[in-house]
């Protein structure tokens, strides 16, 4: 760390000192200290809940401190410090769901907190000229709710920007987008960090590629606590992923999982292949409840046995596709097979899959609620929630037990485990792991893997590419409402999912599965 | 000459008046995301405060001043009933819809009890000044429309000029535009260092005092009196006639026109001498006006996308 003490040198751009937070009982925050250097990107590395971004809520003036301080360049920010004072000070924040007014403008979310006359022509002058001098390229007058997510990112930047920001603090800024506008993103960063002695970044992130890519400096924290910190160059992968972790806790399991994550393999769907096709789409076209067409020509099928990853961009369509394969929207054209048993588990577990404050039975009854009639079987249901917790190892304190006190996995275990109660031939997942840790996505994982095993059609969709490559056997990109079947690489699927698709790329095994299957009644297959 | 068609004219601005000012001050309010179904008791707050304010000071110091002061204390009623509305909802974040009722049921029953305290069962002894109507020269002599538009109180000429301010103001300001984010998306509006309870507040409180005008303009520019319960509803047609104007202060003008023109036309099918009807029809017809535009508008226009929310930030 003798870099960070270096004698010469400017203050840190943003410097935080044995910060402590909590809440209620629990400690966020346990004396954590952060040094970003100007000039630097400094990545501040974690899993889900280790405190990452209340770290950076707190230096952003968003959550007060129970202990602590934070100076920006050298000087100190003294209470009540709030987003206002921050950015006055040149501290910017990002944050993971994006800060703007979708019915609003480019411009007028820029202008939104000034005061005084607003003149649109005047920031869309401003909008116009941060594009050309930082390459972030927005039309002032487009509505921000029609902007697809990468361009609403650099919304939120040029929103910064505007405003003079030279710390920039970005909370996920990866997860949400394709890997090219990852790749563009972080060059970006690298670019700002270095155009300007005065300038820095603090990129809060769980991926260690992207950490190791881009950052001077990384700091890791696990459950609240700074584990390890220093320049980039005294860490590896394995280092990074060691201190994230915690010492014997990254057990062979999740050993292997990280490498399942990090390397492709072949595609081994040969068996899969010899699987009855249990869901089939033939040239789908999907119009939502507002009649806009949101798949325009989707055509692929699942075997029994197999897990297909969908990859996809957010936006491109692949909330209508999964909804109408579980039957729960109709198509606009095409033919699109599904049995009546699929089962289906929405990505919002709190909103669209369980009833929070009602117990684990009462949430088993919920399900087919709307085909059922006549009274209730609560005990046979209380038996079979107590059969389901301990089949699927789902941790909770019984079957009164109420959802809401169950950990983000084990809700998700449940719900997983709910949808495949009555032994469904298919099973259809959109983002299984939102929001869950290391280890309770390993556990999902598992679970759809043995889905597979017992012989179900397994469709995922995970708006994390690398998720979808470690868990499926094949791979469908989605693109602006258009399916194409792809090689299981990572490069090619992140280009396809962008709509670069060359010819070479997409798998033969589309084409020749689609031949065979091409609707000509009089030929039976 | 004056004909049947220009009284109705007329009569349709004259009832529009008092819809469009509290509607305007509603759709400032729910533009910040707070819905105010308080707004019929700052009417009626309003009117009593006016009634209370214009008799008073009349009696000692003319009748201009009588109505200056009524119009005021009008206003400030209305802030005051909608800071009480404001108190609890913007700041303590309890259900405006069930706030709201129960200050509307407050209002009513307290500008009763005020009104035979002070006036007596009767109201014998309450003479007011009143508001007349002011013809522009030249202007209020144009076929048709000079009549219904330019001789009228001068409360109606304020809003000719108040409607495109308010839009030029939603549109043009930084504060308008805080105001609008914040009925869109508060999480957006605290990032960018505006403060979602202060705007919230504020339009709430404006809201009630264009309310309490409105109130005052019942009193001072119409009935020349207070009656228990004059506001008859008109605090929730002025929030059907936000909807209907959808949440512009133009559209919402022009909704309030056509409120008016329903309520008008009993005095147009009385002059010609259609008798033979109830009227109590015609009282009727903005009502149902009202639930046909809730049923049918409603479903097409956009509200705030944070209307009535009780978290202030999701995150």
């Known amino acids: 760390m003798a870099a960070l003490s270096a004698p010469a040198e400017r203050p840190a751009a943003l410097a935080l000192r044995g910060v402590t937070k909590r809440f209620g009982d629990v400690v966020a925050l346990d004396d954590v200290s952060l040094d970003v250097r100007a000039g630097t990107v400094h990545a501040l590395l974690g899993e889900n809940g280790a405190g990452k971004s209340t770290l950076m809520r707190v230096a952003f003036g968003l959550l007060a401190p129970d202990g602590g301080s934070i100076s920006l360049a050298g000087v100190p920010c003294t209470p009540p410090f709030t987003p206002r004072d921050a950015m006055a000070r040149g501290l910017g924040m990002v944050h993971q769901h994006f800060s703007l007014v979708a019915a609003m403008t480019v411009a007028e979310n820029v202008a939104l907190g000034a005061a005084g006359r607003y003149d649109a022509a005047k920031v869309a002058s401003t909008v116009r ?59 970006w960063v690298r670019a700002f960090a270095d155009s300007d002695p005065s300038h820095a970044v603090v990129l809060i992130t769980h991926k260690l590629r992207d950490a190791l890519a881009v950052a001077d400096d990384i700091t890791v924290l696990r459950r609240g606590v700074r584990v390890a910190h220093g320049p980039v160059a005294q860490f590896t992968e394995a280092s990074l992923a060691d201190a994230m972790l915690g010492p014997g806790e990254r057990s062979s399991r999740v050993d292997a999982e990280v490498r399942e994550a990090h390397t492709p393999r072949a595609p081994a769907a040969d068996q899969a292949r010899e699987g009855r096709d249990v869901l089939h789409a033939h040239q789908v076209v999907i119009r939502d409840t507002e009649g806009i067409t949101r798949v325009r020509d989707a055509s692929f099928t699942v075997h029994a046995g197999e897990i297909v990853g969908l990859a996809a961009v957010e936006g491109s369509g692949q909330h209508a596709l999964l909804r109408a394969m579980a039957g729960l929207l109709p198509v606009a054209a095409g033919r699109l097979q599904s049995p009546t048993d699929v089962a289906f588990v929405p990505e919002d577990r709190h909103r669209d899959a369980l009833l929070l404050d009602a117990s684990l039975t009462e949430n088993l009854a919920l399900r087919d609620a709307g085909r059922r009639s006549g009274q209730l079987p609560w005990r046979t249901l209380a038996e079979r929630t107590t059969a389901l917790l301990s089949a699927r190892d789902v941790r909770a304190a019984g079957a009164t037990a ?62 994390d590419l690398d998720e979808v490559l470690a868990v499926a056997d094949r791979v469908l990109a989605l693109h602006d409402g258009v399916v194409h079947e792809v090689a299981r690489e990572r490069d090619t699927v992140g280009r396809a999912m962008l709509g670069v698709v060359s010819d070479a790329s997409i798998a033969n095994t589309e084409r020749v599965t689609f031949a065979t299957r091409t609707p000509s009644p009089g030929a039976s297959a | 000459m004056i004909t049947p068609l220009d009284d109705f004219l007329a009569a349709t601005v004259r009832t529009a008046t008092p819809l469009a000012l509290a509607a305007l001050g509603e759709c400032l309010t729910e533009r910040s995301g707070v819905i105010n179904i308080g707004l019929e008791g700052a009417i009626i707050c309003g009117a009593f405060g006016a009634t209370v304010a214009a008799g008073t000071v009349a009696a000692t110091a003319g009748g201009a001043l009588g ?33 709201g009722t129960a200050i509307t049921l407050f209002s009513l029953g307290l500008t009763g009890l005020l009104y035979k305290t002070v006036y007596g069962a009767t109201g014998v002894g ?31 000429y304020a809003l000719y000029l108040f409607v495109p301010w308010l839009a030029w103001w939603f549109a043009r300001t930084h504060a308008g535009l805080a105001l609008r984010a914040t009925g869109e998306s508060p999480d957006a509006a605290l990032a960018a260092g505006v403060s979602p309870r202060r705007v919230q507040l504020l339009a709430t409180v404006a809201g009630g005092t264009l309310a309490g005008l409105a109130g005052a303009t019942l009193v001072l520019a119409q009935s020349g009196t207070f009656v228990e319960g004059m506001s008859a509803g008109k605090g929730f047609i002025a929030i059907a006639i936000v909807v209907l104007g959808r949440w512009s202060p133009r559209g919402v003008a022009a909704a309030a026109l056509l409120f008016g023109g329903a309520s008008a036309l009993q005095y147009l099918f009385q002059s010609l001498g259609w008798t033979g009807v109830p009227y109590q029809l015609f009282l009727a017809l903005p009502y149902v006006l009202t639930l046909l535009v809730l049923a049918r508008a409603s479903a097409r226009s956009r509200a705030p996308a944070a209307l009535a929310r009780r978290e202030l930030t999701l995150s």
């Open chain 2, 67 to 99: 109505l200056t002061a009524g119009f005021v204390i009008g206003a400030a009623a209305g802030a005051v009933i909608a800071l009480l509305f404001a108190l609890f909802t913007v700041w303590w974040r309890a259900d405006q819809i069930i706030t």
């Open chain 2, 126 to 156: 309450l003479t007011l000044p009143t508001l007349d109507a002011w013809a522009i020269p030249g202007l209020s002599a144009l076929p048709v429309i000079g009549r219904a538009l330019f001789a009228q109180p001068l409360i109606t």
């Open chain 1, 129 to 187: 000229a941060i594009g050309d001098r930082t390459g972030l390229v927005l039309d002032p007058a487009a509505r921000v709710g029609d902007l697809p997510v990468s361009a609403q990112q650099r919304c939120e930047i040029v929103k910064a920007l505007a405003r003079d920001v030279r710390v920039l603090i970005l909370d996920e800024p990866t997860a949400v987008l394709a890997p090219d506008e990852a790749q563009a993103l972080l060059r």
């Open chain 1, 402 to 463: 109420i959802a809401r006190t169950l950990s983000g996995g084990n809700q998700q275990k449940f719900v997983l485990a709910r949808a495949l109660d009555d032994a469904p031939s298919a099973l259809i997942v959109e983002n299984p792991t939102r929001g869950l840790d290391f280890r309770a996505t390993a556990a999902v994982h598992d679970a759809l893997r043995a889905a597979r095993d017992a012989g179900l059609a397994v469709l995922v969709y995970s708006s």
